[in-house]
């Protein structure tokens, strides 16, 4: 009898851990049909953004090339507001597709320049001062256009991030065959719970963001065979960049600032 209960309570004890991994098992398979709908959703909408993107962009053209031809602060702030919405459409359509590089010798004191002339008129809004600091024979073999668009994704996120009275600063330093740069802002910094996921595709914590910039800043820095990490406190945000230094001799300013 003895044996019989015990065998009776041991497939009790086997049918219910059956059951528990049925149940788990069961689980596993819904969590992967909504992930699967989601990713599914997120094609069509991705391939529904590039279609409106294509759109867009030749009627911005238009705007930006006749506001080019008037006077005035009014007509450069028309300029730099199509040239902004015209990089955000320029995101959706770099996500949709292959990042292919195109190599050249590229100065990052130049670079540097162009970001802040085009943005510190934004940034005066809120009396931000955007600093740069480079170190001689900072040089790097890149695709130009996508080191503007990365930067000026690392920057344009910095504003969003840095008070009022605030500085951001881009720095670019040498290490060795690389070179380190850096974009810092002095804001409250970002949550521990959502540092690990900012490079994520369409994750924003900014009403205003799509949630491309800084997984297309990922994306670029990767195509070029560099590394890129983030550092946050209360004290403020840094993005290092690792790029592979171009060694050949480059007449460029020591410093900008």
């Not at 605030?166 to 970002?190: Q, W």
């Not at 065979?225 to 840094?238: E, F, L, M, N, Y």
Request: glycine share 6%.
């Amino acid at each position: 009898m003895s044996r019989f209960q015990a065998a009776s309570e041991s497939l009790e004890r086997s049918y219910g851990e059956l059951q528990k991994k049925v149940a788990c098992l069961s689980q596993e398979l819904q969590k992967e049909r909504e992930e699967r709908v989601r990713l599914e959703r997120l094609a069509a909408m991705g391939e529904m953004a590039m279609e409106l993107a294509h759109e867009i962009r030749n009627p911005l053209g238009s705007i930006e090339l006749y506001a080019s031809m008037l006077e005035g602060e009014d007509a450069h702030q028309i300029v730099r507001s199509v040239r902004l919405l015209n990089h955000t459409v320029t995101n959706i359509l770099h996500f949709g597709k292959p990042i292919q590089p195109a190599f050249v010798i590229t100065a990052v004191s130049e670079l540097f320049e162009e970001i802040r002339g085009f943005l510190q008129p934004m940034a005066s809004r809120n009396h931000i001062q955007i600093e740069t600091v480079c170190e001689a024979g900072s040089t790097i073999m890149a695709d130009r256009e996508l080191m503007h668009r990365m930067l000026l994704n690392l920057v344009l996120n910095a504003l969003r991030e840095t008070p009022k009275e605030g500085t951001i600063r881009l720095e670019a330093h040498l290490a060795g065959s690389e070179v380190l740069l850096s974009v810092r802002d002095d804001g409250c910094g970002i949550p521990k719970v959502t540092l690990s996921r900012i490079f994520d595709p369409a994750f924003s914590t900014h009403r205003e963001g799509c949630g491309l910039g800084l997984s297309i800043v990922k994306r670029i820095v990767e195509s070029h065979d560099g590394t890129i990490d983030v550092s946050s406190s209360p004290k403020g945000t840094a993005f290092n960049i690792r790029l592979k230094r171009n060694m050949e001799v480059v007449s460029e300013p020591i410093t900008c600032s």
